[in-house]
């Protein structure tokens, strides 16, 4: 029942000219799939913006633990975010508070979802929940935020921390705990509270010790998450056994190869895109360093960049050899696994 009042929730942010633009957007995309040419497409629905690269954690597989990025880190301009807002709120139906870093280090991040709340654009973003105390819970909740993805990657401290370095699994429950009292408290449905299980080798053995905690504290959906590897070929401790858990399979010579087919299409570059914290506008999540520049929103509005011949030329690549594009090389879009646990 919670999921369906999440999905009412997130129909209940459309109009007409959204809807349009939406099936713009589907129509043109089966066009450019299914013909082999290429058909521009709406507007982007959705787009993933990123407050900050800063982050309080050291996960090893993740640029911002690592302190890895080759592009400068900072804190996102709200005046960027509100510009970029007003040019995109006719058609922009969900937004994404997260790239790289942990968002609740920006301290104007409830502004910003406030912000975009109000303008009847669905809000969600993801954390590894150390700053969710009381009194940023309760902030949270009356933000109107309609997601929150709070990372739980294992049901004991010591299972945690082998991924999450040098975070504490007491502080994560608390702060659920908080979110769960807040949204009671204010008789709130917002926001759809997540629990975000990245599946390692090290915490495989807790899934149903991860499913029993997420109800027991009271969050609406417990979701499974195979992990990104970065030297995968060779195998690694982080890939777990279980196989519906992995990216990555065996192949005949004992090396480890990605399980997506990676067809010569891609959903995510006719339907959004990321914006870094500076304003640059970047194919998908998997481009960590935006290597792939498309545009930049402090110099041009997004209809010019999502219609730019730089960005149409990078649709047709990924039409003619997905393959051959290093930051699709890595990429779970297009491979069919479903981990979601309600």
């Given at each position: ?104 280090l920006h301290r104007q991040f409830l502004d910003m979802v406030r912000y975009a709340s109000d ?5 969600a973003t993801s954390t590894n929940a150390h700053y969710l105390d009381d009194r940023q819970a ?205």
């Open positions: 029942m919670t999921q369906l009042h999440d999905h009412i929730n997130l129909l209940s942010k459309l109009d007409v000219r959204k809807v349009r633009n939406a099936y713009q957007v589907w129509k043109s995309y089966r066009r450019s799939k299914g013909s082999g040419g290429y058909v521009a497409p709406g507007l982007p629905l959705s787009i993933a913006i990123e407050p900050t690269t800063s982050c309080n954690l050291r996960c090893p597989e993740c640029p911002s633990g690592l302190r890895s990025f080759t592009r400068p880190t900072g804190m996102l301009e709200q005046r960027l975010f509100e510009r970029s807002i007003e040019q995109m709120k006719a058609h922009l139906i969900y937004l994404t508070f997260y790239f790289q870093g942990e968002p609740y303008r009847r654009i669905y809000t309760e902030a949270t909740v009356r933000s109107g935020l309609d997601r929150l993805i709070i990372s739980v990657d294992g049901t004991t401290q010591e299972t945690y921390q082998n991924y999450r370095v040098g975070g504490s699994l007491d502080k994560v429950l608390t702060g659920a705990r908080n979110m769960v009292k807040w949204k009671r408290e204010l008789k709130s449905k917002t926001p759809h509270l997540i629990f975000q299980f990245l599946v390692v080798g090290p915490n495989e053995h807790q899934i149903d010790e991860a499913k029993q905690l997420a109800k027991d504290i009271g969050v609406n959906e417990i979701q499974f998450k195979t992990a990104q590897i970065y030297d995968y070929q060779n195998g690694s401790d982080l890939i777990p056994e279980n196989p519906q858990y992995s990216r990555y399979r065996k192949n005949a010579l004992g090396k480890f190869e990605l399980k997506n087919p990676l067809l010569n299409e891609c959903w995510k570059m006719w339907q959004g895109c990321v914006v870094t914290w500076d304003g640059k506008v970047v194919p998908c999540c998997f481009d960590k360093d935006a290597k792939h520049q498309l545009g930049d929103l402090n110099e041009q509005p997004m209809a010019e960049i999502w219609y730019s011949d730089k960005y149409t030329n990078f649709r047709k690549s990924v039409l003619q050899s997905r393959s051959n594009i290093d930051i699709c090389q890595n990429c779970s879009e297009g491979l069919k696994v479903s981990l979601t646990d309600g």
